[in-house]
C-alpha cells in the first residue's frame, strides 16, 4: 500500500529513510526537522507499507515547484527502501505515485539526482525503465 503521510505520522518512515540517510540517527531530531523546517518549505512524504506493518518499509521524499529552466515539476529529494524490502517494487510503486501526482498538479517534470557510485546502479536502472533519463551534471560546492 503507498500512501502520503501526514505530520502525525512522519515518524513511520524514519527507518527506511535512513537506508539512504544514516547520518540522521536521532528520530525525534528527524521528525522534528521535517514537520517545522521542511514541511513549511513544500517538502512532502509518501510511503509504501506491506501489509500488518505499521513502519515504512519504503519512502519518497519530495517537493513541487516551479522554475525557467523547467517549468513547473516535482524534485525528489529522497527516494529509499529498507534493505529487507528491496527487490519487492516499493521504490517503483512511490516512483508512478509521483507522476501521477505530478500529472495532477500540471507539472511538466519530474527530476531527481543520484550519486554515481556502484551502489546506486540498482535505482539507477529503476529510473531508466520508468522512462527517466540523465540530462544534467548536478555541480555542488560545500560552504562549511
Given at each position: 500500500?503507498?500512501r502520503e503521510l501526514?505530520a502525525?505520522?512522519?515518524?513511520?518512515a524514519?527507518?527506511?529513510?535512513?537506508a539512504?540517510?544514516p547520518?540522521?540517527?536521532?528520530?525525534?531530531a528527524?521528525v522534528?526537522?521535517i514537520?517545522?523546517l521542511q514541511r513549511?518549505?513544500?517538502y512532502r512524504?509518501?510511503a509504501?507499507?506491506?501489509?500488518?506493518n505499521?513502519?515504512a518499509?519504503?519512502?519518497?521524499g519530495f517537493?513541487?515547484?516551479?522554475?525557467l529552466?523547467w517549468?513547473?515539476?516535482i524534485?525528489?529529494?529522497d527516494?529509499?527502501t529498507?534493505?529487507?524490502a528491496?527487490?519487492?517494487?516499493?521504490?517503483?510503486a512511490?516512483m508512478?505515485?509521483i507522476?501521477?501526482e505530478?500529472?495532477?498538479?500540471?507539472?511538466?517534470a519530474?527530476?531527481?539526482?543520484?550519486?554515481?557510485?556502484p551502489?546506486?546502479?540498482?535505482?539507477?536502472?529503476?529510473?531508466h525503465?520508468?522512462?527517466?533519463?540523465?540530462?544534467?551534471?548536478?555541480?555542488?560546492i560545500?560552504t562549511r
Amino acid at each position: 500500500m503507498v500512501r502520503e503521510l501526514l505530520a502525525p505520522e512522519t515518524g513511520r518512515a524514519f527507518e527506511a529513510m535512513r537506508a539512504l540517510r544514516p547520518h540522521h540517527a536521532d528520530r525525534d531530531a528527524w521528525v522534528e526537522r521535517i514537520d517545522e523546517l521542511q514541511r513549511p518549505e513544500g517538502y512532502r512524504l509518501v510511503a509504501a507499507f506491506e501489509d500488518g506493518n505499521e513502519e515504512a518499509v519504503a519512502v519518497v521524499g519530495f517537493r513541487a515547484g516551479h522554475n525557467l529552466p523547467w517549468g513547473r515539476f516535482i524534485y525528489v529529494d529522497d527516494l529509499s527502501t529498507l534493505p529487507s524490502a528491496r527487490g519487492r517494487g516499493h521504490a517503483e510503486a512511490l516512483m508512478r505515485w509521483i507522476f501521477e501526482e505530478a500529472e495532477r498538479l500540471g507539472c511538466d517534470a519530474v527530476h531527481l539526482d543520484s550519486g554515481t557510485m556502484p551502489e546506486r546502479w540498482t535505482a539507477h536502472r529503476l529510473y531508466h525503465r520508468l522512462g527517466m533519463n540523465i540530462n544534467a551534471h548536478h555541480f555542488a560546492i560545500s560552504t562549511r
